[in-house]
């Protein structure tokens, strides 16, 4: 990764690189750091803080954008003004400065850049005079790195390599669509064509070189298998390998074309925006009525989608492609064939079928039948007999024939089109090969290139791009194998130690694609060989993920998976997803079968065979079984494998050296740079990683021989040692090279020295300067010697005048006037010089010599300022065009016709203005250019695009004036050019006007429709189905009336009326208040009966259990009861009256009645049974007593001991006091009786007073809190925008602002604990809505969190507003509901049981503790320890909060050391989780009580005084006593209290929790 993270703040001030999301690398000053937060400035004066350590930690998959990092930015001025051409010796070298100096030369027109072996080449998108002849001439016979780099460059240097070493040489040219593979092909090949021209003299027979034989054939090829896409006009569709043979004497002597994979699906559909193959739209323009296509490219249906390309002219293509097929010595009678028979497939894509089981070609279409079977020289019956019906063929049997369906005769119509297309595709390829390849010997050395499609990553990505993008993978093996892996070899074997990068290695993803038996193309061939029960689609997608589901570079995908199209809607079951070497790939598996098997119905093959047409003949030969045979089995796969592995085998046999070609943006504009995406290249091409590998080694290597020989003045004095490598080693000590070279630039191998980038270059500097003084004495010696000064001078001056002329040529300024006269000059001085050798004439002759070179230098210098100036004014003239480019888009708006026809008029006058004055301006500017392009236009390899080059001769009669001078016709361009930028800023005004008044007339329609969409969501919401259910049809009615009015409104917010919209909205708003008044007032009416109804039920419950206990006796109970029963009936009288809060109102008075009769019955009743207590306390004292004074009377006490034998046993507990009305809980069970509705206000009406049909005035705004307009950036309403989405909307917002940020909700819920690892998957509350079921357990897993502590996770995340995690399984609002009944008391009853044996007597101590305890609770005159107190809790039950039976115990592992995962945990409620397990061998009991909420609740444990040694253990901050405990228990804090267990079982207690001040 390119990241620094060692920055202090002693580096303030420093320069440094920042990574952007949209500009790749920004330039800043770094300011200074705290902790792990960096300061910096960028040049924009933008401040950011960015955290070092971020781009450390592992990718987080709810990263928004991968985190900014910083890299050393190292200021080298001579960088900083040209970059360099190795990026090898760059300074500091990662991705921020390989980016920044690639554009910096791609700004200067610098296309070419060195990366060590590899040429990068960028796409100008524009012409640029640096392909001529003399720039030819300047990289021929010149050593490697002497020039700047160029394609030509690597041209030569494989020819020379071949020369030198016998070895046949291979240029792969890599790189994705558009990015300009196909022409860099060409001009290599121009380049060794014109070369091999030069050894072979131009001696070929027919006026043409070998050499010129295979650059003509480019036309050809590319008519055929070229077609714009949206990423490239000319982009290549199928692969080529040219290799080109070369003799003993270097010159080409022919040539062999290998061609991989044509894209056939095009010839029968192409996307939107793309083209078919070329050579349809060259035939249609160029020949039209000779072979009888009429209509034009759009009434074909394989040509119709899009039909012209920019900078193309389709009728000169199409000569040019007819002169390419002649070049190749193909003949006029089979240049027309070729042309019928694609005439011939343009027809039979017309052919329409019958909509029918039983299809037959459609009466219409007969003609386009006939034309198809006459070019391609068939029989018009049988053609349609074949393409509509299909015959299957059975070995052994006779063939059985049966009729199509409309689609499965399009099927067959295509897929002969696509057969007759490729065979005539493959036998030009064999022609053009007839041709050139015509070397006698049997294995020619030979110069290969290699033009291959890039990786592909189209909207949808079928069967073509599998194989395109496996072609990729192996080529880019073939790239690591050679220049990564190939380093690391050399390294070992001269065993040098050095600083090791990991090479990437995609064999994994290979061996997926392409190794048997399971790899994806071979598994698609064994199911073509299934035939009928072959699988597609789905089904062959589930065969491949139970194969490679598990692969590293394999994923599935799905609706239910993460990943997403390019359209960013989700996957489906047919999709599949490849992690390529260029990032992954989402495959769609459609017709996978049919495209691999290729195979033509051997009924068609018959019809074609008969074909009168020679050429067609002879594509479909009759057929043999063998052939049958042989068909079935070879597919697509197949063919294509065994080609890539020929293909592979002949690179890796090779030198090979690699071109990466880069788009640089997707727009196809000259001089625009997306950072984003070239870096994205240059990494995914490998360019990166190279880089670092030759970096971090020692890319420069001498074998020791050779540098010895070369460096051997280092060697100093005697004596030498005896080998080469010892003698290397003292040379590299020598005192000149030890004081500038040290020990860390070069490594000692076994036969080579290595050195790092810059040593070599060292060297020789240091040897150059040794060496001068003894060359320069050399060489007077020489020339004195000699005796010839003067013609030595005479000879440089020749030699000065040769090399400027040169120079002049190559850089375009040869045409200059100046530079002529003095270069004419010059040469004159030369010629008398020569004539007459003297002094004074040399001395003439270089003077002259220095002046042509500073004129040279000069216009050099005025050319450059002449571009500059030419980009700035294009660039201005482009901002106007873009600017009014706004405008048109705007017009295009409007809705009334007569402003849009206005402004768009006015916009196309302005238009035409700016467009001349562009054409004005590049025709002056070009004057540089058009004697360069009057040398190379028509010399061989020169621009075949006419466009260009009429872009380059504009039309003089725009720049000349008659006889004004150069100054007045600037002026007179200059003003002209500002009369035309006058034009767009008044167009500006205008339509922003415009604009204006249609953004109030949209204004008032959105707020109408949102008054008409709130209008319907306040009707969606009365449960209209519950009506019904309940009987109630008015309600239903209301609610239909208003649908209508809605539907109405809708349909007039269509017109352009105001007035009529608004008075259609305002009667759907009236009927909608309408019915849900009505729905208001029948769910109050039959609620009120459903609570009648309770009241009066509970009122007679208490009536009878007053009756039993005697309570109607008291004084004015009855009377209670009676108006009680009185005020039911007035309420049931107020049920017809449509007032609803008079209703409600009577309903209430109703219920407290009942309620207070309630009341008094349970005063009476308390009272009762504290009499009942009293004379129960009276005869149990009596009988202590008796056994007091009478040992044989039993005692009732339990704990008596000795002979006597305990009487009673009490299980009742003491009568609690009257229950507040807090405790009493909530007395009547009102259930959902009636549908459950409540409305909002309604909302008003918005004004459109002023508002008419042409236009729009301004309107009252909507307060927000009343409409909520949908609308899209520009202004429209969303239609699709439904009221539950609305509804869902609004309740979303609502929780997400309760619910706060992120890290408040963690807090909020106790997940304190946890909030780092919840942090790492979310950043935000809205990414927890997002999350599924999978990723929640994924975060407990990962974030080791208890099981009490996940479900706590789960829940809350199924609160928040729209979520997908499910609630945990049994997991609900636990306790009672405040919708629960009231409970009927039930009076205790005193259950005395006889005992059958007396428990053991208590000791003394055990006596005086109870009697202690007793006497602090019991009332003054109970004479008995055991008498029982007021406030004794009841039992347990009584006491505990309820909670669902049904709860099964979960785990309660990591809780506390006295549970095990046996543990039983009950779940309380939401804030409290109780705990319960058997622990030590006596059987005592653990019970904790857990907080499992976000807040810490006091909790108290009291066991009475039913015992006196309960609590054994107490794990807590508290002190514990024996009958009572209190902690306060944190948030995922716990209470544990360890019970005897025969006390457990003996005794009661209760327990109290409140959380700040509120009892739970």
Known sequence: MDHSTNWTNDDAGGLCWVSDPTQAYIEAVFKGISGNIATVETVQGQTMEIDIQAPLAGPSRKQKEPPRRLLQRVPVESIALNGVEDMDNLPSLHEASILSNVDLRFRMDKIYTNSGPILIAMNPFKWLPIYGEEVIKSYHNRPYGSQAPHCFMEAEDAYQQLIKTQLNQAVVICGESGAGKTETTKLMLQYLSVISKRYEGGSAADGMTMGEKIVESNPLMEAFGNAKTLRNNNSSRFGKFTALHYSPQHTITGCHITNLLLEKARIVHQAEGERNFHIFYQLQAGAAAKYGLDGGATSQEYTKVCTTVSDMNDAEEYGLTVKSMKAVDIADAEIDSVMKIVAGVLQLGNVKFTNSDNSAVDGASSGALNAAAGMLGVSASKLQHALVHRVREIAGEAPVASPNNQEQSVHLRDATSKSVYSKLFDWLVTRINMTLDVDSASNPKFIGILDIFGFEDMRVNGFEQLFINTTNEMLQKVFNDIIFKKEEEEYNREQIVWDKTVFPDNDPCIHMLTKRPIGLLPYLDSECQRGMAASEGEALVRKFNQSHGNHKFYEVCGPASVWRRKDGKRTQNEDFLVHHFAGPIIYTVSDFIDKNRDALYGHVHDVLSESTNPLVASLYPQRTEEDNVASSKMTVGNRFLGQLQQLVGMLRASETRFVRCIKTNETFSPSVVDKTSVLRQLVCSGVMAALEVRRAGFPSRMLFTEFVREFRCFSGKPPYPSNDKDLTAKMMKHPSVAGRVTEAQYRLGTTKLFMQADVLYTLQSIKN????????????????????????????????????????????????????????????????????????????????????????????????????????????????????????????????????????????????????????????????????????????????????????????????????????????????????????????????????????????????????????????????????????????????????????????????????????????????????????????????????????????????????????????????????????????????????HTLQASVETALSSVEACHDAYQHNFVAKRRADRDKFNAVKNMWEGKANDNPEVPSANRRASGSGKALFKVKAAAMPELPTAAEKGQLFKREQKAPVFSAAAPSSLPDVSGLSGGGAAEVEPIPAAEFHTHVDGEGRVLEDVTDADRASDMEYVAKMAEAGSLGEWIDANGLSSYKEQICSYAAELHDLVEMTDEDVDELISESAMPKLAGRRLKKAISELAGAQVSRPVGDSNLGVSENAPGIAMEPPQYVLEELNEAPPAPTEEEYEADYAAAAAVAPPAAPSPYSFADDTPSSVADAAPAFDATEEPVAATGISSKFSDAAKVIVVNDDFTKYVETVGSDGDTAIGYRNTGPKPFSLTIDFGASTNTMVKEHEGNATPSDLRVTQVVQPNGMMVVVVGAADLAAGTYQYKMSMEGESL
């Open 769 to 1140: 300067k040794a060496i001068e003084p003894y060359v320069r004495r050399l060489q007077r010696w020489w020339i004195k010697n000699q005796g010839q000064i003067q013609q030595h001078k005479l000879k440089r001056g020749t030699y000065m005048i040769a090399r400027l002329t040169e120079k002049a040529k190559t850089e375009g300024v040869h045409h200059v006037a100046f530079v002529q006269k003095i270069l004419a000059a010059a040469d004159a001085a030369r010629l008398t010089a020569a004539g007459n050798l003297n002094r004074e004439n040399v001395s003439a002759l270089l003077d002259l010599c220095e002046t042509a070179e500073a004129n040279v230098d000069k216009a050099v210098q005025q050319k450059a300022e002449a571009y500059r100036i030419r980009a700035e004014i294009l660039g201005v003239l482009d901002g106007f065009s873009a600017r009014l480019e706004a405008v048109k888009a705007e017009a295009a708006t409007l809705y009334n016709p007569e402003a849009k026809a206005l402004l768009t008029s006015e916009c196309d006058a302005a238009e035409m203005a700016l467009t001349s004055c562009r054409e004005e301006q590049t025709a002056a500017a070009n004057a540089w250019d058009q004697a360069v392009m009057a040398d190379t236009g028509e010399q061989t390899g020169g621009l075949r695009r006419a466009a260009t080059r009429a872009n380059l001769y504009a039309s003089a009669s725009k720049v000349k004036m008659g006889n004004a001078s150069a100054q007045e016709q600037a002026a007179a361009r200059d003003g002209r050019m500002a009369e035309a930028k006058s034009m767009v800023p008044p167009l500006e005004e205008l339509c922003a006007r415009l604009l204006e008044e249609k953004r109030l007339m949209d204004a008032a329609r959105a707020q109408y429709a949102d008054a008409i969409d709130q209008a319907s969501y306040r009707l969606d919401t009365i449960p209209v189905d519950q009506y019904i259910m309940f009987g109630i049809t008015n309600v239903s009615d209301a609610v239909a009336e208003a649908r209508m009015g809605i539907d109405q409104a809708h349909k007039m917010l269509n017109s352009m009326d105001p007035e009529g919209f608004k008075a259609a909205v305002k009667y759907a708003a009236e009927a909608v208040e309408k019915a849900i008044h009505k729905a208001i007032h029948e769910s109050s009416r039959m609620q009120a009966m459903s609570d009648l109804d309770e009241g009066d039920k509970v009122l007679r419950d208490v009536y009878e259990m007053a009756a039993t206990e005697n309570v109607l006796e008291v004084p004015g109970f009855q009377g209670l009861c009676s108006s009680a029963q009185q005020d039911i009936a007035n309420a049931r009288a107020q049920c017809m009256i449509p007032d609803v």
